[in-house]
DNA sequence: GTTGCCATGTAAGGTGTTACATGATTTA
DNA sequence: TAAATCATGTAACACCTTACATGGCAAC
């Protein structure tokens, strides 16, 4: 799937211009694209063209006009049957453990340090998705974004959803965080040859 | 990262030719490309130009002649230095994962189905998982691409390595199996406004 | 006074996928 | 006789990222 579809649905939460976007991409796993302009804006005009979203220009004094984007009755209905394709299997793209199948190569202290950093990279996602998944003192901070945030949804069966898909998070960094120890503990003791 | 390292990876390990990796990154799912000709062959191409591996032709009687690559002490040194490279957190593309954020618009028996199915699909992945890290009988098939077989493995650090690798899809496919099936329960009996 | 935020967009290039092209041999 | 396996490669396109470009305002 392209960002098209996770663009779409962002509108059929509430208008949002390209900047409002940018951001929610970049500071969402969910949201796997790197957030940048290119893909976004573009899409934007694209989704445009093709009468899925409306546009609405609101001038601004000493600053670029902001385009805000609305979904239109028709991106809605292209955005459900988009919800019902065939779901796919998530694809993990796993960098560090092809590094760790040819790790052999390192010595037992640069194998250490490399898994001690990767554990310490996945305690700051964790720490990361714990946040979001419960703001402190239990409201959210950024107002603006929020953006999967359950005191937001709609329904009872849509704050149930997004409760869910914010622990999933939480859920796959720990996971990921123990497999990582585990394996270094493992190591320690193992000779190298 | 490119496809370029996880190819000297695996000639690192044997000599190989296009269509053995090819394979190879068609059945694995820690290999995460899809294993398309375009771009094996052209890194092919491009790793021998840089002297990181070596090609041997061998002629055969009516197929086209295989060609086999083999990694250079050059190619063990770009290799080594790339597992030294800073780890990273692994990118998770989840495509369902944004489907259910916006399956409010789904009626329920749409959304249970989605469930079912995607549970369906993780379940067959969690099997061909399972099968890879112990195979019946306890001796891999493939005898020709049993890659990260632990029983390959040259020195104990390595089978260790190559153990762990193997169990974490299956951990990981099973995690997902469990995270679905706990949502479509708890969906189970929640009014959908 | 430098950094960060707001807000738009373009250019260039790298990465990755699907499909096309060939053709003999083996297996069902 | 149809499909799969072996074995190479190219063409066209879609997707995605980094960097460039502009410029005012606010905060520290």
């Given at each position: 799937m392209s960002i098209e579809y996770a663009i779409l649905g962002l509108l059929s939460w509430r208008p949002l211009s390209g900047y409002d976007l940018k951001k929610i991409f970049e500071d969402?796993?969910?949201?796997?694209?790197?957030?940048?302009n290119n893909e976004i804006y573009r899409t934007l005009v694209k989704l445009h063209r093709e009468s899925l979203v409306t546009r609405e220009v609101q001038p601004q004094e000493s600053l670029p006009a902001r385009k805000v984007y609305s979904i239109t009755p028709a991106g809605r209905e292209a955005l459900r049957q988009w919800a019902l394709w065939t779901p796919e299997p998530p694809q993990l793209r796993h960098a560090f453990l092809i590094q760790l199948a040819w790790g052999d190569a390192l010595s037992p202290q640069e194998l250490e340090a490399q898994l001690v950093q990767y554990e310490e990279e996945i305690h700051t996602q964790l720490q990361m998705a714990r946040a979001q998944a419960s703001p402190p003192g239990g409201v959210s901070y950024h107002s603006r974004s929020a953006f999967l945030d359950p005191d937001e949804a709609r329904t009872p069966r849509e704050k149930l959803l997004w409760t869910h898909l914010r622990d999933y998070w939480v859920s796959f960094y720990q996971a990921e965080l123990d497999w990582a120890r585990a394996l270094r503990a493992k190591l320690d003791g193992v000779p190298e040859k």
């Amino acid at each position: 799937m392209s960002i098209e579809y996770a663009i779409l649905g962002l509108l059929s939460w509430r208008p949002l211009s390209g900047y409002d976007l940018k951001k929610i991409f970049e500071d969402s796993p969910l949201l796997y694209w790197s957030g940048n302009n290119n893909e976004i804006y573009r899409t934007l005009v694209k989704l445009h063209r093709e009468s899925l979203v409306t546009r609405e220009v609101q001038p601004q004094e000493s600053l670029p006009a902001r385009k805000v984007y609305s979904i239109t009755p028709a991106g809605r209905e292209a955005l459900r049957q988009w919800a019902l394709w065939t779901p796919e299997p998530p694809q993990l793209r796993h960098a560090f453990l092809i590094q760790l199948a040819w790790g052999d190569a390192l010595s037992p202290q640069e194998l250490e340090a490399q898994l001690v950093q990767y554990e310490e990279e996945i305690h700051t996602q964790l720490q990361m998705a714990r946040a979001q998944a419960s703001p402190p003192g239990g409201v959210s901070y950024h107002s603006r974004s929020a953006f999967l945030d359950p005191d937001e949804a709609r329904t009872p069966r849509e704050k149930l959803l997004w409760t869910h898909l914010r622990d999933y998070w939480v859920s796959f960094y720990q996971a990921e965080l123990d497999w990582a120890r585990a394996l270094r503990a493992k190591l320690d003791g193992v000779p190298e040859k």
